[in-house]
């Protein structure tokens, strides 16, 4: 059975930091694509970032230079740093594993596996 269990999330002021992390079991995120979505309310879910066997990642273009994705393949464990937060970076965020190993998509429909979310609000 195929676990994603995130953690990590919080308040924090504009301008403060947060690491997510994302432990999986029951699957290999080592040579798959893994990547971070969020929702926040009223909105449709956006890929923040992903990365997948090459570990070259993708960024959306509203975090590039701010948040980094990463892969922990001894621990098994996705994690995302998040610096200089906004307060446009509230939002519920998941990760998410596909059986893919390149060009990983940024489409939530063309991933298997996610996790519950864990939540980030930032205020100004």
């Known amino acids: 059975q195929v676990q994603l269990v995130e953690s990590g999330g919080g308040s924090v002021q504009a301008g403060g930091s947060l690491r997510l992390s994302c432990a999986v079991s029951?699957?290999?995120?080592?040579?798959?694509?893994v990547a971070w979505f969020r929702q926040a309310p009223g909105k449709e879910h956006e890929a923040v970032a992903r990365?997948?066997?090459?570990?070259?990642?993708t960024y959306t273009d509203s975090v590039k230079g701010r948040f980094t994705i990463s892969k922990d393949n001894a621990q098994n464990t996705l994690h995302l740093q998040m610096n200089s937060l906004q307060p446009e970076d509230t939002a519920m965020y998941y990760c998410?594993?596909?059986?893919?190993?390149?060009?990983?998509?940024?489409?939530?429909?063309?991933?298997?596996?996610w996790g519950q979310g864990t939540q980030v609000t930032v205020s100004s």
């Open positions: 990365i997948g066997r090459s570990r070259i990642p």
């Open positions: 998410a594993a596909d059986k893919r190993e390149y060009g990983c998509s940024a489409r939530k429909d063309e991933y298997d596996y």
């Open positions: 029951g699957y290999t995120i080592s040579s798959n694509c």
